[in-house]
């Protein structure tokens, strides 16, 4: 009878989980850290986003129609890189 490497519920062990995590952290540290910001954000949102900090005032404001003619620009936008990506 095989043994099952990752437990009797296919899970893995504390330390394999632990090894994972940092993987993935190291990983993710170093696939943002050559990321420039993104282009039009202000350095304030910039670095509230970073701190966790409560974000700063919007100027001005917003209609429903604005609102939602930005969100259906971000969709075909979002569906167009990813057939670019495909």
């Known amino acids: ?3 099952d490497t990752h437990g009797p519920s296919g ?3 504390p330390e394999e989980r ?3 995590v940092r993987g993935f952290e190291t990983w993710l540290d170093n696939a943002l850290a050559g990321e ?3 282009s039009g954000l202000t350095a304030e949102l910039l670095s509230a986003l ?3 900090d ?3 005032p919007v100027d001005g ?3 429903l129609y604005s609102l939602w003619s930005a969100m259906t620009t971000l969709t075909q936008e979002v ?3 990813g057939r670019t990506f495909k």
Do not use: I, N, V
């Open 54 to 56: 409560p974000l700063p």
């Open 50 to 52: 970073e701190a966790g």
């Open 11 to 13: 899970r893995f062990s």
């Open 36 to 38: 420039s910001p993104p």
């Open 1 to 3: 009878m095989e043994t």
């Open 18 to 20: 632990e090894r994972l």
């Open 61 to 63: 404001g917003c209609d």
């Open 79 to 81: 569906r167009l890189q």
